[in-house]
């Protein structure tokens, strides 16, 4: 499960990455690495200043992540990989949508 995780956390997700776990184990590692993808790049840029207060929803199928207006808008790099994310999370089961309060 932790090689799936590794392989998983970062750019593209490879239709292979899953194939060794056991069924039992399939949903729980597609849900981790979506929420262990969302927190890279969360702390990608290893920024001092404190990540505000954040909301994420979790479904079966759904992620949702609301954030502070104002602080992601202050990150235009952030916004397009959370928006770009959403691109890429069907591949582990789940639609993420990134949105702002």
């Known amino acids: 499960m932790l090689a799936a995780l590794i392989r998983t956390h970062r750019r593209g997700i490879p239709k292979s990455a899953f194939e060794a776990l056991p069924e039992r184990l399939l949903l729980p590692a597609k849900r981790t690495a979506a929420i262990l993808r969302l927190a890279v790049l969360l702390h990608r840029a290893h920024?001092?200043?404190?990540?505000p207060t954040l909301e994420l929803a979790a479904s079966d199928v759904e992620l949702r992540l609301l954030l502070?207006?104002?602080?992601?808008?202050?990150?235009?790099?952030?916004?397009?990989?959370?928006?770009?994310?959403a691109d890429d999370m069907p591949g582990l089961g789940v639609t993420f949508r990134p949105f702002v309060a």
């Not at 920024?47 to 990540?51: A, H, R, S, T």
């Not at 502070?68 to 994310?85: Q, S, V």
């Open 68 to 85: 502070d207006k104002e602080w992601i808008d202050a990150r235009p790099l952030l916004r397009a990989d959370l928006i770009g994310e």
């Open 47 to 51: 920024d001092l200043e404190p990540i």
